[in-house]
Structures are given as C-alpha cells and as structure tokens.
C-alpha cells in the first residue's frame, strides 16, 4: 500500500505543477500548445497521487510489487522524455527555418548592393509598373 505521506507530498506538488502552469498561461508565457500538455501531465499525476487503490493497481498490473509510489516516478520521467523528443523536434525545425532565413537575408543584402553600386539609374521606380490584363 502507497503510505499516506507520500501520496500527500505526491499530490501537493502535482497540484503545484498545475498552478504553475495556470500562471505561467495567464502570464502568456507559456503557449496554450504546449500547456494543455502540462496540465493533462499535472492532472494525472494528482489522480494517481490521490487514488492511492488505483496506483496499487496499475503497480500490480505492472508488475511493481516494492514500491507503488514508483510509477508516479515512472510515469513523470517518461513524460519528460517525451517532452524532450517533442521540443527536438522543434529545434530542429526552426533550426533549418534559421538556416533559410540567413540565406534569404544574404540574398537581399547582396541585391541591395549591388543596386548601390549601380546608382540611382537602377534605382526602383516609385511607381509600380502598370499592370496587363
């Protein structure tokens, strides 16, 4: 059986968790797109907290017959990792957008030169050109 301390402490900071991200969203700085992911996580970390019968369960479907209160551990550590993999993949992403958005700037700089050097004769008209259609 789960000990009473532990599913008091286990749930206290389960709440906490929760409340942090709760300010963290009113406080926009943390996005609605990765805070629903926090919440579901704080949420079911004080579910299994405070049902001190169901973690027993899930422990003994598990096969953790030492000590329940390990899946809470468990369970919060493959979320991290999760969130981990997740956030890697997003480096990655905006990495490569980084990657194009130098190139482009490098492109418009040159451009931009080279229009200096040429003068004011190759200058942009102020006028669009009429259009035909």
Do not use: C
């Not at 629903?36 to 973690?55: E, F, I, K, P």
């Not at 027993?56 to 953790?64: E, M």
Request: avoid cysteine; charged fraction near 20%; hydrophobic fraction near 55%.
């Amino acid at each position: 059986m789960t000990p009473l301390r532990i599913s008091i402490a286990a749930s206290v900071a389960s709440v906490l968790l929760i409340l942090v991200v709760l300010e963290l969203i009113r406080g926009r700085r943390l996005k609605e797109r990765y805070a629903l992911l926090w919440l579901v996580t704080g949420v079911v970390l004080l579910v299994l907290s405070a049902w001190r019968d169901g973690l027993n369960t899930i422990a003994g479907w598990l096969g953790v017959s030492g000590y329940p209160p390990a899946i809470l551990f468990a369970a919060a550590t493959l979320f991290l990792i999760v969130v981990l993999l997740h956030y890697s993949t997003v480096l990655s992403r905006l990495d490569d957008e980084k990657t194009l958005l130098a190139q482009d700037l490098a492109l418009l700089r040159r451009r931009v030169d080279d229009l200096e050097r040429a003068g004011p004769a190759a200058a942009v008209p102020t006028e669009p050109p009429a259009r035909a259609d």
